[in-house]
T-cell receptor, first 115, second 107 residues
């Protein structure tokens, strides 16, 4: 299994809602990532988990809260989002972290719309 | 600051013509460079990495440290090459993506 699976594929939420994005991989990768991608723009890194510990937070607002319950799962909890947070949210994983020149595997993404 | 630049937002070539997608990076130590591709309605995926010096789907990329460039080339473009291409550089567990070049191969 060489896939990163993200659920849901699409999500519409109100500004007062609480929702979660889920990501799963069974490749034994110990680094997992959340990216945000706006239309026609490159992915922007949000969070990095290494060995289930948060290693990088790219100054992401606290309305985004990541969680790594185990080495195969990565969640992104969403609360009180703004319409400008609407984007494609990508999860990725890699074997030992990008610094080791390994390939990153990306999920299909969750298309989030905040209304 | 670590930067990756791709000067062309859009590039159109005819099928069978050579294609070159440009990428320049800011230098800091030994660069680790990649090309990622995103086909329509598909996930972002690795195309090739400089360290392995491989050719994938007919594409090659040579690292030129003097010019701090990592241009992607293919001698004969195919319609299925139409996609968004991102040059990327790694830095301490981060991947820094360039702005991307949208390649359109005209039949």
């Amino acid at each position: 299994d060489t896939e990163v699976t993200q659920t849901p594929k699409h999500l519409v939420m109100g500004m007062t809602n609480k929702k979660s994005l889920k990501c799963e991989q069974h490749m034994g990768h110990r680094a997992m990532y959340w990216y945000k991608q706006k239309a026609k723009k490159p992915p922007e890194l949000m969070f990095v988990y290494s060995y289930e510990k948060l290693s990088i937070n790219e100054s992401v607002p606290s309305r985004f809260s990541p969680e790594c319950p185990n080495s195969s799962l990565l969640n992104l909890h969403l609360h009180a989002l703004q319409p400008e947070d609407s984007a494609l949210y990508l999860c990725a994983s890699s074997q030992l972290g990008f610094v080791m020149n390994t390939e990153a595997f990306f999920g299909q993404g969750t298309r989030l719309t905040v209304v | 600051a670590q930067r990756v630049t791709q000067p062309e937002k859009l590039l159109s070539v005819f099928k069978g013509a050579p294609v070159e997608l440009k990428c320049n990076y800011s230098y800091s130590g030994s660069p680790e460079l990649f090309w990622y591709v995103q086909y329509s309605r598909q996930r972002l995926q690795l195309l090739l990495r400089h360290i392995s010096r491989e050719s994938i789907k007919g594409f090659t990329a040579d690292l030129n440290k003097g010019e701090t460039s990592f241009h992607l080339k293919k001698p004969f473009a195919q319609e299925e090459d139409s996609a968004m291409y991102y040059c990327a550089k790694t830095s301490y567990d981060k991947v820094i993506f360039g702005p991307g070049t949208s390649l359109s191969v005209i039949p």
